[in-house]
């Protein structure tokens, strides 16, 4: 493999592993907060994928299907927490984590009901790519790496620097002294879904763009999602981005050495000598949201 092959791959894969953090950043405010990883943040983003395609058949521009698909995914996040995960929050989080397999499943069912099997694609205006010595970039990955990167930021800002995103940290750090000490638990807790099921449904939105829009991908980018939040330490934001990119450049590294359809085996075989050497993720030092 020549340096600029290299290059070329490890660019793809930083783009690859900001998709699947956006994913597993979504998976892992839910569950530092709410205590289980939620299984259907992949087909809550494929709901906003397919939000966002809608959108811009009917019109729209890109940046208004972005906010379909965060709207779309926002309010069947907070509908999921309130009709199902809210009743389950006193019970051990298996409970919890079935149901979400389940929903997953309802609502990978219902969009192939409602909109079949076919593959959609975005459609982006034709660009030429951009070469910098010998890296040839795609305009398109690169707005999806700045989109990923603006929203991973915005979401940490608003969880450092703003009421509601103390009021989450106090909630993950101790639930009992966060309530006795006045916080509003359902507010507090209809807004992380909110910026849950946001992220997520972004997240779908970026993988349509940048490859095809079709019921099971979010199910596809699911696996690696969840691997990135072990790999990161569960319930760990910024770990869990990091994990994704450690994934997505494991992935397409490993791509001339296994071939395209087993560089998804690779994420796993990382995830998997990363818990056995350091079984509380590689970034244990500041677990929960904090």
């Keep these: 493999m020549t340096w600029a092959s290299f290059l070329n791959l490890a660019f793809n894969g930083v783009v690859e592993g900001l998709l699947v953090g956006l994913l597993a950043l979504a998976i892992s405010l839910a569950f530092g907060v709410a205590r289980f990883p939620n299984a259907s943040a992949g087909d809550v983003a494929t709901l906003g994928a397919y939000a966002g395609w809608s959108t811009q058949i009917a019109g729209g521009t890109m940046w208004l299907a972005g906010l379909g698909a965060m709207l779309a995914s926002a309010a069947c996040s907070v509908v999921l927490w309130w009709v199902v995960f809210r009743r389950l929050a006193e019970r051990q989080g298996v409970y919890a984590l079935i149901a979400s397999i389940g ?62 995103g103390r009021r989450m940290r106090a909630i993950a750090d101790n639930p009992e002294l966060a309530k006795a000490s006045g916080i509003p638990a359902t507010q507090t807790m209809a807004a992380l879904w909110c910026m849950s099921g946001a992220l997520a449904g972004l997240s779908g939105l970026l993988l349509g763009i940048k490859t095809v829009v079709m019921p099971e991908m979010g199910w596809d980018m699911l696996l690696p999602a969840f691997a990135a939040t072990i790999l990161g330490t569960i319930g760990n934001p910024l770990g869990a981005v990091m994990g994704g990119i450690v994934i997505g450049l494991a992935q397409e590294l490993s791509t001339p050495f296994v071939g395209f359809t087993y560089k998804i085996a690779i994420g796993f075989f990382v995830m998997l000598l990363v818990l056995l050497v350091r079984p509380e993720g590689i970034f244990s030092a500041g677990r929960k949201v904090r």
Excluded: C, E, N, Y
């Excluded at 219902?110 to 076919?118: A, E, M, N």
């Excluded at 890296?135 to 915005?154: C, E, F, G, Y």
């Design 103 to 164: 929903l997953a499943f309802m609502l990978r069912a219902s969009l192939t009901f409602f909109l079949g099997h076919d593959q959609q694609v975005f459609q982006m205006p034709i660009s030429r790519g951009i070469v910098v010595g010998p890296l040839r970039i795609v305009p398109t990955d690169l707005w999806v790496a700045v989109t990923s990167l603006a929203a991973m930021a915005a979401t940490f800002i608003v969880l450092k620097r703003t009421a509601v």
